[in-house]
């Protein structure tokens, strides 16, 4: 009886061992999903089995992202660059079961030195938990034409667009994605907005205040600069008045009349633009006033 | 026996809690609302830069009239 009590809880335990490493494991694949090209293009979860016979279990996790096969060891997804352009292909680390070896490395498979190819603010070990391989990253391999810790990476060289990150390309090898130190779209070392998890709670929270921020002062702007516009368009008003008190005095130079009517003209059409640009300018912090509206109500 | 029960629920609960996260689908739409925002506050940004540059300009042009 003894027995069979051991035998029932050592299978939940390891039942419950199995399932957690699934549920972890099927997060981070969840987590995924945003690379590009030779990246991950996965974002599916591990493939877990769990075998239980008499209290001894046996796990075999393998993922579905890329060519490896992992078994018995805890996959390491989580990274997840948000924002910037990753300039040329990032090796991705074999390790990780994403994309292709890295042609630079000692062997593709193992032990190989894997390319870093994540967002780990720890390149050098971000391998070395779930396998204990020596990955020692990929230092500015030839092969991907990439810098030691940038390029090739994947530690994207965001263009700082947007400020929060826009395009999602950066997702390359395994790693731990806290504390990457990828110069990603806001340019900021070890953001936590490129962590996977932060992706609808974090960055949202940042996007949306970030855009309120610009919105607020580009209505400002805006404002100000309808002022400016009835200014230049007074002050238009009075040299045309001024234009045609010369053209009565028969003294007058005509060359320099010439020229003040030109810039008359030129200075008339640039107020019409910019009248026009600040309604577009309206609309689109009306537009975006909206936009975050709705996002914070749906969150 | 109870023991055992005992865990069960107990990592039941546990793996109940973790799998209550946001599903695929919600994140993808949590990712495009992002997107959104980002392009609407690159849009924002872009419109308020033309419109600077405009007023710049015109400043230019009123100051060669004043000069005149």
Redesign the interface.
Known sequence: MKYV?KS??GG??A??MG??IS??A??QG??Q??GKGNQNTG?KPAVISTTTTQGKTEIKAGTTQGKADIKGGTVQVKADIKGGTVQGKPPVSVLSGQGKPDNGGKGSHGEGKGGKGSGNGKPESHSEGAHGSKAEGNKGSKSHEGAPHGEANGHDKGKE??????A?KGDAGSADADGSHGKGADGSHGNKENTAND???A??EA??A??KT??A??ET??ST?EQ?VLT?KD??KA?KTQVEVMQKDPKADKA?IA??LE??R??EL??N??DQ??Q??KA??Q??KT??ES?AK?? | ?K??MF??MA?AS??LG??C????A??E???Q?????????????S??K???K??Q??DS??Q???A?
């Open positions: 009590l029932i809880q939940l335990l039942l419950s399932a957690m549920t972890s099927f997060a969840n987590s999903g945003h974002g667009e947007h400020g929060v990150g826009n999602v992706f609808g709670q960055r949202a996007a949306r970030k855009t610009v919105v002062t580009a702007h805006f600069e400016h230049a002050q238009i040299a320099v020229t003040k810039i008359i030129q200075a640039k107020v633009q910019l640009q600040i577009a300018g689109v912090v537009k975006a936009v975050i996002a749906i969150n | 026996m023991k055992s865990v069960f990592v546990v793996l973790l799998s996260g946001p599903s695929a919600e994140q739409k949590a990712k609302e992002i997107l959104q925002i980002e392009a609407t506050h690159q849009e924002v940004d419109t308020e033309e419109v600077a405009t007023a300009e015109l042009l009123l060669q009239l004043n005149q």
